[in-house]
């Protein structure tokens, strides 16, 4: 009995040991020594060269059967104003009275080619006037204007990678929604309406004013997070305002009585009203135009104060060029980079988004988890987000062995908002990693036209984006 006892003694120690031993192992096996440091990556107050932001500059097209329209010097006037964006006006007079023929949508197809192949983004008005006599040119029925944007969304939906939005809905004075005889309600959602269902729906539209957005969308409530991007009309139509900061009233595009006493969707507010009402809906949709008239309004420190609120991402490069003058005499005083900056070259920069990473932070428990959580700050100090969705990766390089580890991150870049930050959360199976010294870099691109968006950050290298931190890891 007593060997008995010793036996089972013996066995329950020998049992403990080995269990003992194999949690040693796994434990040796989890502890995996891991270090982490944060890379300095400085903001610079460089220009980013982006698509969807920033200036542009207007070329006009009037399309004929009898009139060749000229594309040789696209490339050469293009540098002359070398912009990301150009706003094409497509002059459709000739045919307020039948169909375009297909000598002028073989025109219109030619002038969007060429400036694709000039590597630009495009926002396109189409309008029967450029001298302020709509009433005269415009087509006498409205079913000459649908068929005119069925006609047009044909070729316009086969440039949907480089077409970026349309502005109005074709009529008005200079194609700007005012002095037409379809402006009034009915008419105007009509045409909106149809415009929307015909051209495709990864193409931005934009109206004239806020009234005209919630006469359209029949809502006094600007666009919601719920509902942006879903491809609905209500997602779709931003702003142009082409009378921006002229005047207390924007030149008409605002009213002097309160929206709370609106008696119907096309009553227009107050400027601080419709300001407040531009920044939700510019959260989710562009907003962009021409400042015009030398006036308080548009003096630099409170035109950077309307800019911002209105989320701007695109302004004319000329026009009116009294008042950009005025900006580059201006100089900017903030406590940031831009310091010492004139006031046109800091609004240039801060049209739409301008992208930064600015500080990360890793979390990695080797005793209790089985990942690691690698957290990612960017800060948009520019007035907007991007309205297209760019993809985010990070990629980890080990230095010793060069092996590559590619790890997309799950973020939409729309919802990155002016002048706010973002926290980026993606999650690292460092156990399968090699051991070694690795460099973080964070990269963003646009899978529309396949290309780099430029951070505003010191540092890069072309083949991986943005470096950040490094990550030793040893077993």
């Known amino acids: 009995m007593k060997k008995k006892f010793v036996f089972f003694l013996v066995s329950c120690l020998l049992l403990l040991l080995l269990a003992a031993g194999l949690f040693l192992s796994a434990l040796s096996r989890r502890r995996l020594p891991v270090n982490y440091w944060p890379l300095r990556n400085p903001v610079q107050n460089r220009t980013l060269e982006n698509p969807y932001r920033g200036w542009y500059h207007l070329y006009g097209y009037l399309l004929s059967d009898t009139e060749p329209v000229s594309m040789e010097d696209v490339s050469r006037i293009s540098g002359e104003y070398p912009y990301e964006i150009v706003l094409l006006e497509i002059n459709l007079k000739n045919y307020a009275d039948s169909d375009i023929s297909q000598d002028g949508l073989n025109q219109l197809t030619g002038i969007f080619s060429s400036w694709k192949e000039a590597g630009k983004q495009l926002i396109v008005r189409f309008l029967y006037d450029w001298d302020g006599r709509a009433v005269e040119t415009e087509p006498e029925s409205i079913s000459v204007i649908k068929r005119h944007m069925e006609q047009t969304a044909d070729c316009v939906n086969s440039f949907k990678d480089c077409i970026y939005l349309l502005q109005g809905i074709y009529v008005g004075n200079c194609g700007e929604m005012n002095n037409s005889a379809y402006m009034e309600e009915d008419s105007m959602r009509e045409l909106a309406d149809y415009l929307a269902s015909v051209i495709d729906p990864s193409v931005f539209l934009s109206v004239r004013t806020p009234a005209h957005w919630r006469t359209i969308n029949q809502t006094y409530e600007p666009l919601g997070a719920d509902s942006a991007f879903d491809g609905s009309p209500a997602a779709r139509f931003g702003l142009f305002n082409d009378g921006m900061l002229g005047s207390g009233n924007d030149l008409g595009?605002?009213?002097?009585?309160?929206?709370?006493?609106?008696?119907?969707?096309?009553?227009?507010?107050?400027?601080?009203?419709?300001?407040?009402?531009?920044?939700?809906?510019?959260?989710?949709?562009?907003?962009?135009?021409?400042?015009?008239?030398?006036?308080?309004?548009?003096?630099?420190?409170?035109?950077?104060?309307?800019?911002?609120?209105?989320?701007?991402?695109?302004?004319?490069?000329?026009?009116?060029?009294?008042?950009?003058?005025?900006?580059?005499?201006?100089?900017?005083?903030?406590?940031?980079?831009?310091?010492?900056?004139?006031?046109?070259?800091?609004?240039?920069?801060?049209?739409?988004?301008?992208?930064?990473?600015?500080?990360?932070?890793?979390?990695?428990?080797?005793?209790?988890?089985?990942?690691?959580?690698?957290?990612?700050?960017?800060?948009?100090?520019?007035?907007?987000?991007?309205?297209?969705?760019?993809?985010?990766?990070?990629?980890?390089?080990?230095?010793?062995?060069?092996?590559?580890?590619?790890?997309?991150?799950?973020?939409?870049?729309?919802?990155?908002?002016?002048?706010?930050?973002?926290?980026?959360?993606?999650?690292?199976?460092?156990?399968?990693?090699?051991?070694?010294?690795?460099?973080?870099?964070?990269?963003?691109?646009?899978?529309?036209?396949?290309?780099?968006?430029?951070?505003?950050?010191?540092?890069?290298?072309?083949?991986?984006?943005?470096?950040?931190?490094?990550?030793?890891?040893?077993?």
């Not at 609120?309 to 009294?322: E, F, I």
């Not at 920069?349 to 500080?359: C, E, K, N, V």
């Not at 690691?372 to 800060?379: Q, S």
């Not at 690292?428 to 396949?450: F, H, M």
Request: charged residues 20%; glycine residues 6%.
């Open 253 to 475: 595009t605002y009213g002097d009585v309160s929206l709370t006493l609106a008696e119907q969707y096309s009553d227009k507010g107050t400027r601080e009203e419709e300001l407040a009402f531009q920044n939700r809906l510019c959260s989710y949709v562009p907003n962009g135009g021409e400042v015009v008239l030398d006036n308080p309004y548009n003096d630099f420190s409170n035109a950077l104060a309307d800019l911002k609120q209105m989320r701007v991402s695109y302004l004319n490069c000329l026009y009116d060029g009294t008042v950009l003058d005025k900006w580059r005499f201006a100089v900017y005083q903030g406590n940031d980079c831009f310091y010492g900056t004139n006031g046109f070259d800091y609004i240039g920069s801060h049209l739409g988004y301008r992208y930064a990473l600015t500080a990360s932070e890793f979390e990695f428990r080797p005793l209790k988890d089985d990942a690691a959580v690698l957290r990612i700050t960017i800060e948009n100090s520019g007035f907007s987000a991007s309205l297209r969705m760019f993809s985010s990766e990070l990629t980890a390089v080990n230095q010793e062995t060069g092996n590559v580890y590619r790890i997309p991150i799950d973020a939409d870049s729309r919802c990155w908002s002016g002048s706010d930050s973002a926290t980026l959360s993606v999650s690292l199976n460092v156990r399968d990693w090699q051991t070694g010294n690795y460099v973080l870099y964070y990269s963003l691109k646009d899978p529309v036209l396949d290309r780099r968006i430029a951070l505003a950050n010191a540092l890069v290298t072309p083949d991986c984006g943005y470096p950040f931190a490094v990550i030793s890891l040893h077993k």
